[in-house]
DNA sequence: AATGAATGAGGATTCATTCAT
DNA sequence: AATGAATGAATCCTCATTCAT
């Protein structure tokens, strides 16, 4: 099966809609990253855009180019990030054919890009309780899990999962990894690899396997 | 086995730390109650102290009266509503002496409690993305996973299930529940008894098992 | 020349104007005694009511049943303060009949007293700059100049105080005593002996003298 | 003896310590004039941020702009009002030698100056009052007894002026100067010229000399 | 005489956003 | 593209005062 082509990214613009120049896609870039360090660190809400600004040193004017409001700047990060974690997921499984491989190559990459994004964590758990992100954050979620149930199925026609709601599966398998990633990833700082053995071991054999 | 004596718990204070009169103790309940279904519903920091007080059609002082602040009346809603979920969990596997049965029935009593307590589902995500509300809401869910790690230490001893930490099982089962409480009870409404036999059987065998 | 009558001090109300019990009539004092200390300490407005009568472990009824206001209260404390200043320096020369030593004298016990009053000097200081309070404050010090505007008439008719305006010459010898007060009592806390002594040289001879 | 370069003041700054344009200064200024004539007309504590920008007719984020707090701006209003009067007093007596005339000329000229300065008395008076400002104060007020404290040693060795505590000689001096100027300049409204005269005669001679 | 509870105007301060330059 | 300045609604919280009991 081919890797699927790349999701079509729409190019950066400004808040009137323009396409930016080589430097103005720095400054966005700049901009995001320091407002979801910024965000998750103190919160969506404690953050000022003031705050951005002055980290970077530069004029409010700068943040209000860029982006339309401080909501939408938001729901920005929230969709890079999103693309971001699907393209590595992606490309993570890309040459495995058993579809049960594919499942542990999944959380294994979700955990390493959870590492390497420590602040996006909390801000998808954040965002998923405002109505007014939420939405945004349900659709990528639905995305990450209809992946999932692409191979359960698979693996359900092929006999090698007992045949259950493809979803519920997956969705339990999305459970566990988010909680033990926050847990033993963060809280306790805990390797990837060790977290991830754990994570596989519950997702196929459950308590009782 | 005996019920555990009821958490002895503080009677209810003033924000100055007097005792309540009845309707005093009457009227923080109410705030808390309002309070909850307001912060669940719009976020913490949207809500406003004048929105909740308005509510329940009383001056703001009322508010400051039983409260020392906003955050420290958050903090009271968080830590009523784990003592009263751990009351439940603890009233339903009372009697009963098999630890799997154990940690299944906490998990059905779980999700009706969620199903009943809408808004608490919200607010504890929320508190556990804010570094000041992360710390009550960590030793709470310590608490929880204390107790389902006993129940499955008790298994291990008996071989019924396989050897690994007994906590990262916890840790994981506490993943499912949540994950599938947030999907198909919140967010399609199916019924308690579906979700809780999907992670039942998840949590027992896995996707192999 | 017989010591004046002790001023008519009316006897102690509540703030209805009803006369007091001897048990009124301790409480009322001991507000009044706390309020100053706690005026004095950290100013009339950011001392809050509630802070007098909690240091009293009272309610705050109590406040309102001995005082109409918080503005009313604070001009009691000063009546009274005042009155009390005045009966000790009246006290202290009774006995003295030379103009110039009533004068000295007149300083070393207003000094002292506000030695053992030391919260009464910032709450006079304070009340003077407070178009509400220096009515008050200024008929209290009106009185005071006017003794000592007494003596020194009486010394420039017994030639032995150059004639110049009384008046000029009893205010310059309060501004004197007020100013070495905060400075060497309070601030240096030095004896009242020392000051009285510094203040009295220059008052009597200034620099050339 | 050439006059003392003017102290070197530090240039106008934001409430985050960015260098103001022209337009910004000016802002800054006329804020500072402002509140002066509110502060002193109805009291710092009564006086609210609102009305002095309402004053303005400005909004309220003006303010903050150019000051951290309403604390801060007061602190600001003082700190720049004491560096004023003392460049007054200096360049009044710059030209002078003799050390009793220089005496006589800074009280000369710190009358003038309270004189077109009533506003600031009153902030004086209040802040001395305030532990919170009273640094601040008594800081300012240590450097203007320290300038006439050197005048004093001066004339003590010429032999003029008799071996007293130069120090409490010059407190005495301000003691008699801003009681002088509250009474006579601000209460009853008299010229500089006759407060000053009287208060020379006072601090030169005392009453007897 | 006294308390706990309530009121609600008003205070300082913040902050997303806009605008002139 | 960017800045400094400005806006003003909204926020949390305080506090003098009142009232029912």
């Given at each position: ?78 969709r ?22 594919r ?102 054999h459950?308590?009782?396997?």
């Open positions: 099966m081919p890797a699927p082509p790349a999701p079509h990214t729409t190019s950066p613009v400004d808040a009137a809609g323009r396409r930016l120049t080589t430097r103005g896609q720095k400054r966005r870039a700049q901009l995001m990253l320091e407002g979801a360090r910024l965000f998750a660190e103190r919160g969506y809400h404690p953050t000022s855009v003031q705050e951005i600004v002055a980290t970077l040193g530069v004029g409010k004017g700068v943040f209000y180019w860029y982006f339309s409001s401080k909501e939408e700047f938001f729901l920005e990060i929230l890079a990030a999103q693309t971001d974690l699907r393209r590595r997921q992606q490309a993570a499984i890309a040459d495995e054919t058993d579809p049960i491989r499942v542990e190559l999944g959380i294994e990459e979700s955990l390493r890009w959870f590492r390497e994004h420590r602040e996006m964590f909390n801000l998808f758990q954040f965002a998923i309780t405002q109505e007014k992100f939420a939405p945004v954050l349900r659709q990528g979620q639905q995305v990450a899990v209809g992946d999932v149930v692409r191979h359960v199925k698979e693996a359900i026609v092929e006999g090698r999962i007992r045949d259950q709601d493809p979803e519920l599966l997956a969705q339990a398998i999305v459970g566990v990894m988010s909680h033990l990633a926050r847990t033993y990833l963060y809280e306790r700082d805990e390797s990837v690899e060790a977290v991830a053995d754990g994570a596989k071991a519950f997702c196929l459950g308590l009782l396997g």
